[in-house]
Nanobody, 123 residues
Framework: VQLVESGGGLVQAGGSLKLACAAS????????MHWFRQAPGKEREFVAS????????NYADSVKGRFTISRDNAKNTVYLQMNDLKPEDTAVYYC?????????????????WGKGTLVTVSS
């Protein structure tokens, strides 16, 4: 499975961005999809997850109420709508997938990773 992120960029604080992650390959079915991020000098952290059918979503406390994860299985694409962005949201955002539909907040549980897209929020 290949994961390709898009949609990153530079935005002012209070602005919005929508990230997308397109999955391709022979086994894109039943993937639970996730977003992680890594800020400069910090460890990678969980941002959001969504189950295979989209019925279950989870968010890090730091983004609850501001970020929304969604997916379109017909397009093999997962999205992260980010609103009210803050300078502390600046990071490289990674899409990750876990087989068999179950979500996890641990990066070690992921089976596939994208290369990331940079989000920079200016104050």
């Amino acid at each position: 499975v290949q994961l390709v992120e898009s949609g990153g960029g530079l935005v002012q604080a209070g602005g919005s961005l929508k990230l997308a992650c397109a999955a391709s390959g022979p086994t894109t079915s039943y993937l639970a999809m996730h977003w992680f991020r890594q800020a400069p000098g910090k460890e990678r952290e969980f941002v959001a997850s969504i189950s295979w059918r989209g019925g279950s979503t989870n968010y890090a406390d730091s983004v609850k109420g501001r970020f929304t994860i969604s997916r379109d299985n017909a397009k093999n694409t997962v999205y992260l709508q980010m609103n009210d962005l803050k300078p502390e949201d600046t990071a490289v955002y990674y899409c990750a997938a876990k087989r068999y539909g179950t979500v996890s907040s641990s990066g070690d549980a992921m089976d596939y990773w994208g290369k990331g897209t940079l989000v920079t929020v200016s104050s």
